[in-house]
């Protein structure tokens, strides 16, 4: 019931949002415009942004024969778990990330690039779809996915405020606002999409590193793929899809720096891996 009244939360936002965006672009007619492209953007937010998502990164339904030893791990990880086993993608990146989708456990997905299979060992590689599966069975997936969604559209409004401030178009007197009004919004829309990432994916983080630790049963195997997806990310970047989705991946697949850093949509991964060899040294 908390995550329902979440993603309608959310869903609100971003209607409020894009209706106001309407209206400080195109005055009345803008904001009546911007209600129903709203609408558009919430039906497909709950109905097809896992969808919407894997196209994004250009994920591919994977094979069994491609990758058999993945479906063995999921499959018995799903069955551990009491919910069917999620459809399997690839990403086309040699990058090492995965990430989870879907509006429920019926309907999930989990994507895995091409790099992260060749890169990870079996125990390694079920440390990580026990964490992806952890985030479907913390009932995260939606949500991240929604929120996928809102930060994609909060940078492409972003974008339109900041053409319509060099283009400065014509509207009569009662529409018209003042160019810093087109700025403000231009700079206030990214950081309200990075806040709104943070917030929604630090904590689910950890909680999917807990769970995911005891569906595979060693802390130390999530720990040791972490150390790995971490480094040979830093030497190959992910391509593709953009920051709006960046908080979707079990780490972070583009390097935060300087000030970027305090809006990282992941909490520290030596925080994260220390948190999971405590977890092992107790027994947990």
Not at 99 to 110: E, L, V, W, Y
Request: glycine share 8%; charged share 20%; aromatic share 8%.
């Amino acid at each position: 019931m908390a995550g329902f009244f979440k993603t309608a939360l959310l869903l609100s936002i971003l209607t409020l949002l894009t209706v106001f965006a309407g209206r400080a672009l195109g005055g009345k007619d803008g904001m009546i415009i911007a209600f129903f492209f709203a609408v558009i953007m919430n039906f497909s937010a709950y109905w097809f942004s896992d969808r919407l998502v894997l196209a994004m990164h250009r994920a591919q339904p994977l094979a069994r024969e491609e990758a058999p030893e993945v479906f063995e791990i999921l499959e018995e990880l799903s069955r551990k778990a009491g919910i069917p086993p999620p459809r399997l993608y690839m990403i086309p990146s040699a990058s090492a990330n995965a990430f989870a989708t879907g509006r429920d456990p019926q309907h999930a997905a989990i994507a895995l690039t091409h790099g992260i299979v060749g890169l990870l060992h079996r125990e390694e590689l079920s440390g990580v779809l026990a964490h992806e599966l952890s985030h479907i069975l913390n009932r995260d997936i939606l949500l991240s996915s929604i929120v996928a969604m809102l930060a994609g559209a909060l940078s492409m409004t972003a974008s339109m405020f900041r053409w319509s401030f060099f283009w400065g178009g014509e509207r009569d007197d009662h529409d018209s606002h003042h160019p810093l009004a087109l700025v403000l919004m231009a700079i206030l829309m990214p950081l309200a999409a990075a806040l709104i990432q943070m917030t929604i994916s630090r904590a689910r983080e950890y909680g999917a590193d807990v769970r995911g630790a005891a569906l595979c049963g060693d802390p130390l195997f999530l720990a040791s793929a972490l150390r790995k997806i971490d480094g040979a990310s830093r030497k190959i970047p992910l391509r593709g899809g953009g920051p709006a989705s960046a908080h979707l991946f079990i780490v972070n697949p583009f390097t935060s720096k300087g000030w970027s850093a305090l809006f990282s949509t992941h909490p520290s991964l030596e925080d994260r891996i220390a948190r999971l060899e405590s977890l092992a040294r107790s027994g947990g």
